[in-house]
C-alpha cells in the first residue's frame, strides 16, 4: 500500500517477520528507500499501533526534528503514536473529517 508523508510516498508491506539489525521487530521504517513494514503476526490493534508509530519516524525526519540537539527520537515517536492511536480510535469522526477535509481540498 502506499502511503503519502508530505511530499514523499512510502511503500506499506506488512510481512510475516519484520527484522532490524537481527532483531524481530513490530514495524521498520527506512526514510532512504521510502518503504515501512509492518508485521503481521501480531495483533491487529497493535499494527494499527505500530503503523502510526511508523508515521511518526517518517514525520520526525522530514520535519527535521533530528537536527535539535540530542532529540530522544524513539521517546517522541513512541508518545506521538501512543497519543495519536488513542485519538483516532477514540474519535473516528477525526479520521471522516480529515478525509471530507482532504476531498473538498482536491475537488
Ligand atoms: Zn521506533
Redesign the pocket.
Known amino acids: 500500500m502506499l502511503l503519502k508523508v508530505g511530499l514523499h510516498t512510502y511503500d506499506v508491506t506488512f510481512p510475516d517477520v519484520v527484522t532490524d539489525q537481527g532483531k524481530d521487530v513490530f514495524g521498520l521504517t527506512d526514510t532512504n528507500t521510502l518503504t515501512i513494514q509492518i508485521s503481521s503476526s501480531v495483533q491487529h490493534s497493535l499494527q494499527v499501533e505500530t503503523l502510526i508509530?511508523e508515521i511518526c519516524?517518517a514525520c520526525f525526519y522530514f520535519s527535521y526534528l533530528w537536527k535539535q540537539n540530542k532529540p530522544d527520537e524513539?521517546l517522541i515517536?513512541?508518545q506521538m503514536a501512543f497519543f495519536l492511536s488513542s485519538v483516532f480510535i477514540d474519535n473516528p469522526w477525526v479520521l471522516k473529517f480529515i478525509q471530507e477535509g482532504r476531498a473538498a481540498f482536491i475537488s
Do not use: C, F
Open positions: 508509530h519516524h524513539e515517536v513512541s
